[in-house]
C-alpha cells in the first residue's frame, strides 16, 4: 500500500493571464486521504479541474499511479490535450466528484451509478454485464439498495452525496477526487459522508483528495493536510503541523484557537480584531 | 475490531463476485483492492457515526437483490412492443381511411402482396398515393422526434429542438430563397430540398459558433440564446425575401406549413438515406448523450470528448432535420412533444428515448397527416397545424399531469 498514487510537480495552470496555480506540488500515497486546504481563490478547485485534466497546466508534471501526464500545450487554445494519458485512461484511475455536481432530470439512482462505467463502454456502446455488476455492488457498498429506482431529484443532500460517491466507486478508479464534498450539508450529514469515504478508502485501498473548507474536518479525517495559498502549496503534513494558530492567522486572516482531541486537531473560531493576511498585506 | 454493519442476506451472494468490473482488476492497491472488497469486517472503526449502519436496519431489505436492477431505466419489453404495435395501427389506419371508401382487409391484403380482391384503380391509389405518404410520414416523424430527443439531450435542455435552435428557420430562409430565384408558377424546384440543407446547416453553425464563444464563460445556455438569436435574423431575412418575391409567397406559405400532399415515393428516396445515417448515429451515442447529462466537466472528467461528441450528434440531427424538413416543410412540436411525453412514460436514459421516440414519432405523425386530410375532405390542413394544434394541449395535459417532470 505505499505506492504513489499521486504526484504533482511544480504544476502552473493559468487562465486568461491569471496563474491560478504557481507551482503546485504534492504527493499522495495509495490508501493515503489527504485534505486540501486553503482561503477562497487559493486555487483548490483548480487543482481538481487539473487533475481530471478539465484545465490545461501551463507547466509542470502529473503522475498518476505511476503513469506519467506530461502537462504539454498541444493544440490550441483551451482544448485540453494531454500526451501519454488519454481521457479514457485518466478518468479509469481518477474519480472525480465536483463541488455541485449536476443532477440529469428523470434519473433514477442506478441510471446515475451506472454512468460511473463510462470510461470501460466501448465507444459507440452501451453497457456490459460486468458494467452492472460493478453498478450493483456500489450501490451495495453505500446501503442505497432500496434507493436504486428513485428519482435522484427526490433524495436528501446527504443521500445525493452518497449517490456520488456509488457512482465514483463504480468507476474503479484507485483515485478519489472530492471537491468540498461536505457544503451544503447539515453536520450529521457531513459526518455521514466523511466516515463513508473514510471507510471506502480502507476498503478498496484508495487514495483519497479532498478539498475542504472545515478546517476541523480536515484535522480529524485526514492523514495529511496540504494548506495552499496563491497556487502553491505553502506547509504540507501531518494534520498538527499544519493547522497551527500561525498558519491560519498568516493565511486565513481569521482568529482561531487551536486545541487537540483524540491527538487531532479541531480549530475554534475567536472573537476579535481580524488579522491581517500576509498575502493581503503582500498584493497591497 | 469489527464494525457493526451487518451485509443483508441477499446481498453476501453478489458481494462474493470476484469480478468487481475491469476498472479495480488494474487497480495499482494491490492486496488492498480486491481482497478488502469481500471483507468489510475488517474495517476500521473510528468511533464515529458510521453511516452504512443505518440502512442495515432497514426493513424493507428482504426485496433489495431485485430492488437494484429494479432500479435501472431499461427498454421495457411491453413498451417495445407498445411502439411498434402503434405503427402498424397508425399505418394500417392511415391506409385504409381516406376519400375513396376501400375495405380494410382488402387494403391490408394489398400491402402485403396477397391476393386483395381490390379494384386495379383502388390498388394503384394504395400502391402509389397512400403507401408513399405513410412511410413518408412515418419517416418524417421519426426522424424530427428522434432529432428533438437528440439536441435535448445534447444541449442537455428541454427547450432544445430544430426551432430554438434556428435549425429550422434556416431551413426555412435556404426554401424561400430556392423557390424565389424559381420565380412564380412553376413547380416546386427540385434544388429546394437542397436550398434547405444549406440553410439549415448554416443556422446550426452559427449558432454553433456563436454559441461557443467567449472562453469559459460558454454554456447550455449560451447556445439556446445563441440559437434563439440566430432563428429571429434567419426568419427576418426569410420576410425580406418573401416581401421582394410577392408572386412566390403563396408557394413559400405553403411550404412553411407543412405538408405530405405532394407525397409520391420519390420524396421517401431523397429522405431515407438521411435518415438511415442519422438513425444510426444517434442510436450509437445513446450511452454518450446519458453522459452529457451530467454537463461538460463531468463528461469530460469521465472521459468523454465532449466537444466531438457534441459536433458529431448536432450536424447529424441537424442533417435529418433539414432533410425531413425540406420534404415536408416546417412541421412543429414532433420534436418537443414525442420526447417528452416517452420521458414521462417510460423514462429518461437515451436507451430508451430514442427508439420509442423513432417509433411513436413516426406512429403519431401518420395519425396526424390522417388528420390534416380527413377533417376538411376535400380540402386539406397544413400537417403542421394539426401537429401543434394536437400537440399543445396534449403537452400540456401531460406537464400537468406529471409533478415528477416538473418537480
Not at chain 1, 455536481?101 to 433514477?108: K, L, Y
Amino acid at each position: 500500500m505505499s505506492a504513489t498514487a499521486l504526484a504533482v510537480h511544480d504544476l502552473v495552470v493559468q487562465v486568461a493571464g491569471a496563474k491560478l496555480l504557481d507551482g503546485l506540488s504534492l504527493r499522495v500515497e495509495a490508501g493515503e486521504w489527504l485534505a486540501v486546504i486553503g482561503p477562497n481563490g487559493a486555487g483548490k478547485s483548480t487543482m481538481c479541474r487539473a487533475l481530471v485534466g478539465l484545465v490545461e497546466p501551463a507547466a509542470g508534471s502529473i503522475e498518476l499511479c505511476g503513469r506519467q501526464v506530461p502537462a504539454r500545450r498541444i493544440g490550441r487554445g483551451r482544448r485540453v490535450r494531454v500526451t501519454g494519458v488519454s481521457r479514457r485512461d485518466r478518468a479509469r484511475l481518477v474519480a472525480y466528484v465536483p463541488q455541485t455536481p449536476v443532477v440529469p432530470a428523470g434519473f433514477t439512482v442506478a441510471d446515475y451509478v451506472l454512468l460511473g462505467r463510462t470510461p470501460y463502454v466501448r465507444s459507440l456502446g452501451t453497457d456490459s454485464v460486468s458494467d452492472r455488476v460493478a453498478m450493483d455492488q456500489a450501490i451495495r457498498r453505500l446501503g442505497l439498495e432500496r434507493f436504486a429506482g428513485r428519482d435522484i431529484a427526490t433524495l436528501s443532500g446527504g443521500e445525493r452525496q452518497r449517490v456520488l460517491l456509488a457512482r465514483a466507486l463504480a468507476q474503479a478508479a484507485p483515485i478519489l477526487l472530492l471537491d468540498e464534498p461536505t457544503t451544503a450539508l447539515d453536520l450529521g450529514a457531513q459526518q455521514e459522508v466523511l466516515e463513508l469515504i473514510d471507510t471506502l478508502r480502507h476498503e478498496v485501498g484508495l487514495a483519497v483528495v479532498t478539498t475542504l473548507h472545515d478546517l476541523t474536518l480536515a484535522g480529524q479525517y485526514s492523514d495529511r493536510l496540504v494548506l495552499i495559498d496563491a497556487g502553491r502549496a505553502v506547509a504540507a503534513g501531518p494534520p498538527e503541523s499544519v493547522l497551527t494558530e500561525e498558519n491560519i492567522e498568516r493565511f486565513y486572516g481569521a482568529r482561531m484557537k487551536v486545541v487537540y482531541e483524540h491527538g487531532r486537531p479541531v480549530v475554534l473560531p475567536l472573537r476579535g480584531p481580524v488579522p491581517v493576511r500576509t498575502t493581503d498585506a503582500e498584493a497591497g | 475490531m469489527p464494525t457493526e454493519r451487518q451485509l443483508p442476506p441477499d446481498a453476501t451472494g453478489a458481494d462474493r463476485l470476484e469480478d468487481t468490473g475491469r476498472g479495480l482488476a488494474s487497480t495499482p492497491a494491490g492486496e488492498g483492492g480486491d481482497a478488502a472488497l469481500l471483507s468489510v469486517s475488517s474495517l476500521p472503526d473510528r468511533g464515529g457515526p458510521t453511516a452504512v449502519t443505518q440502512d442495515a436496519s432497514n426493513p424493507e431489505e428482504a426485496g433489495d437483490a431485485a430492488a437494484v436492477a429494479a432500479g435501472l431505466t431499461t427498454l421495457r419489453p411491453v413498451w417495445l412492443a407498445a411502439g411498434i404495435l402503434a405503427v402498424i395501427a397508425a399505418t394500417v389506419v392511415g391506409l385504409v381511411v381516406g376519400s375513396v371508401a376501400m375495405p380494410p382487409v382488402g387494403v391490408i391484403k394489398e400491402v402485403l402482396g396477397l391476393p386483395s380482391g381490390l379494384s386495379a384503380a383502388d390498388a394503384a391509389i394504395i400502391h402509389e398515393l397512400r403507401l408513399p405518404r405513410v412511410v413518408l410520414a412515418l419517416l418524417v416523424g421519426a426522424t424530427l422526434a428522434s432529432c428533438g430527443a437528440a439536441y435535448q439531450g445534447v444541449f442537455a435542455n428541454p427547450l432544445a429542438d430544430p426551432y430554438t435552435l434556428g435549425v429550422a428557420a434556416g431551413a426555412g430562409l435556404g426554401a424561400t430563397v430556392a423557390i424565389g430565384l424559381a420565380g412564380p408558377g412553376s413547380a416546386t424546384p427540385g434544388y429546394v430540398p437542397v436550398a434547405a440543407f444549406a440553410g439549415a446547416l448554416l443556422a446550426v453553425t452559427l449558432t454553433y459558433v456563436l454559441g461557443t464563444t467567449g472562453g469559459r464563460s460558454r454554456s447550455v445556455t449560451a447556445l439556446i440564446v445563441a440559437g434563439v438569436a440566430i432563428a429571429s435574423f434567419l426568419t427576418a431575412a426569410q420576410t425580406y425575401v418573401m416581401q421582394q418575391n410577392t408572386d412566390t409567397i403563396r408557394q413559400v406559405y405553403t411550404w412553411i406549413l407543412g405538408r405530405l400532399s405532394t407525397a409520391g415515393w420519390g420524396e421517401v428516396l431523397i429522405l431515407l438515406p438521411y435518415f438511415l445515417v442519422t438513425t444510426a448515429v444517434l442510436l450509437s451515442h445513446r450511452w454518450t448523450l446519458d453522459v452529457l447529462g451530467l454537463g461538460d466537466d463531468e463528461a469530460a472528467a469521465l472521459g468523454i470528448n465532449v466537444r466531438r461528441i457534441r459536433l458529431l450528434v448536432v450536424v447529424a440531427a441537424s442533417l435529418g432535420t433539414a432533410a425531413a424538413v425540406s420534404v415536408s416543410g416546417l412541421i412543429a412540436f414532433v420534436g418537443i412533444i414525442v420526447p417528452h411525453t416517452v420521458r414521462l412514460v417510460a423514462g429518461s436514459g437515451h436507451r430508451v428515448l430514442l427508439p420509442l421516440s423513432l417509433l411513436f414519432g413516426g406512429a403519431f405523425l401518420v395519425l396526424a397527416d390522417l388528420a390534416a386530410r380527413t377533417i376538411v375532405t376535400p380540402a386539406e390542413l397544413p400537417i403542421g397545424v394539426i401537429t401543434a394544434f394536437v400537440g399543445a394541449p396534449f403537452f400540456a395535459l401531460v406537464l400537468h399531469t406529471s409533478r415528477r417532470y416538473l418537480r
